[in-house]
């Protein structure tokens, strides 16, 4: 039963500390997306990859956000430094080879984050 | 902009009983049109993508229609279970951006016994 995994599930940090999360895709995947979600703003997009390149991180606060993916299993998503409007629930998902426009994404369970 | 809607923000209904939840959008020109359940604290699963020309797609108990025309979804949902409790989102994506999904705010479904 493939799945994309993420951890850690849930964070609790304080304002100031570096975050890290992570995400390994379903295999195969070419496509890994950074989501968002808060009450507020229901889900943003904050980066999409494909094939490892960043293709689009115009939702991400770049200065004090970073998405990498070292390799095809895995993606990260840093916060350094964190602040208490960075609590949220963090959603990777990852999509096959685009085929015919219906771009399929997976959602992983999500990292919920409490910056105190 | 491109917006997505959806109404209402909350239902609860019977177990066994019908429901249908809307969308309205005015993503242009539009990909696809998809609809997705969200468990309390779980990722998003689709239920259904369906594309410009489609006009209904059902998957067991869920059932989705659209109108390209009038730019209007619905879900229904047939003899509602307690597992149905869930928030339903409603997501397009256009033509141009088509990984880029819109999402609506998402309606919240109570089943209650």
């Known amino acids: 039963d493939a799945r994309v995994t993420q951890t850690p599930r849930h964070k609790v940090t304080e304002m100031g500390q570096e975050v890290t999360m992570r995400c390994q895709p379903i295999?195969?995947?070419?496509?890994v997306f950074w989501y968002r979600q808060t009450m507020m703003q229901g889900l943003e997009l904050l980066a999409y990859?494909?094939?490892?390149?960043?293709?689009?991180d115009s939702g991400m606060p770049k200065d004090r956000f970073s998405a990498e993916m070292p390799d095809a299993t895995l993606a990260t998503l840093k916060i350094q430094p964190s602040e208490p409007r960075d609590s949220a629930v963090y959603f990777c998902?990852?999509?096959?080879?685009?085929?015919?426009?219906?771009?399929?994404?997976?959602f992983g369970p999500g990292t919920r984050l409490t910056v105190l | 902009k491109n917006q997505v809607e959806q109404s209402p923000q909350s239902l609860i209904i019977l177990e066994g009983k019908n429901c249908t939840l809307q969308?309205?959008?005015?993503?242009?020109?539009?990909?696809?049109l998809r609809w997705y359940k969200q468990d309390t604290g779980r990722g998003p699963v689709s239920l259904t993508i369906?594309?410009?020309?489609?006009n209904t797609k059902s998957n067991g108990r869920y059932t989705a229609t659209l109108d390209a025309d009038t730019k209007q979804s619905s879900l229904h949902i047939t003899a509602s279970q307690l597992s149905d409790s869930a928030s339903y989102i409603c997501?397009?994506?256009?033509?141009?951006?088509?990984?880029?999904?819109?999402f609506g705010s998402g309606t919240r479904l109570l089943v209650r016994p």
């Open positions: 369906m594309t410009f020309s489609e």
């Open positions: 990859f494909r094939n490892r390149a960043p293709l689009d």
């Open positions: 295999l195969g995947h070419n496509t």
């Open positions: 997501v397009v994506s256009g033509l141009s951006s088509s990984y880029k999904l819109i």
């Open positions: 969308c309205n959008y005015t993503v242009s020109p539009f990909s696809n």
């Open positions: 998902a990852s999509g096959p080879p685009l085929a015919g426009g219906n771009n399929e994404q997976f």
